[in-house]
T-cell receptor, first 116, second 113 residues
């Protein structure tokens, strides 16, 4: 089946520790995105990547880092510098082909991170 | 600059009655518009999208939305609500692949028995 997988579904971390969230897609999509979701705030963009070995900061990149070494993988690291990391994290991907560009995004099931 | 406003944070309707979730946008150029649905602790699923074709867009699960340029609106409707429609709904706007994708803050739909 084609789709996006995120792991783990639930993640607990002690304060001061870095943690990496996995995101893999087999849709052959060029673009991948990381969002953070907090109650009542919708989705906020952390980082996005439109091509391998390149990525851009989103609206709330501070305290996070990413890599894009392979087209199908876009892991997110939540560092100890992120002051309030407890949230639901969503990964998405989209194709950059088509006229007009529709930017329809396909989402993974999410990872809920809790800092203890 | 692009923006999107979902006018209601919560909407409650009785099962079997119509659903209306409101979305207004602002965009300098012709936008692409989307509605996504999110069930608790799940990812988002695309309901429907508008990309400059027909202004009345039909989506999955009986939902539809009408693009009204004069009103800068893209409201989501369904003739008859079902209990399984209880979820959070997001309106999204984007202009082209180089621009950011802007999410509304979401509308939580409650279905009353």
């Amino acid at each position: 089946d084609g789709g996006i997988t995120q792991s783990p579904k639930y993640l607990f971390r002690k304060e001061g520790q870095n943690v990496t969230l996995s995101c893999e897609q087999n849709l052959n999509h060029d673009a991948m995105y990381w969002y953070r979701q907090d109650p009542g705030q919708g989705l906020r963009l952390i980082y996005y990547s439109q091509i391998v070995n390149d990525f851009q900061k989103g609206d709330i990149a501070e305290g996070y880092s990413v890599s894009r070494e392979k087209k199908e993988s876009f892991p997110l690291t939540v560092t100890s510098a992120q002051k309030n990391p407890t949230a639901f994290y969503l990964c998405a991907s989209s194709t950059l082909a088509g006229v007009p560009i529709s930017n329809e995004q396909f989402f993974g099931p999410g990872t809920r991170l809790t800092v203890l | 600059a692009q923006s999107v406003t979902q006018l209601d944070s919560h909407v409650s309707v009785s099962e079997g009655t119509p659903v209306l979730l409101r979305c207004n946008y602002s965009s300098s150029y012709s936008p692409s518009l989307f509605w996504y649905v999110q069930h608790p602790n799940k990812g988002l699923q695309l309901l429907l999208k508008y990309t400059s074709a027909a202004t009345l867009v039909k989506g999955i699960n009986g939902f539809e939305a009408e693009f009204k340029k004069s009103e800068t609106s893209f409201h989501l409707t369904k003739p008859s609500a079902h209990m399984s429609d209880a979820a959070e709904y997001f309106c999204v706007v984007t202009m082209n692949r180089d621009d950011k994708i802007i999410f509304g803050k979401g509308t939580r739909l409650h279905i009353l028995p």
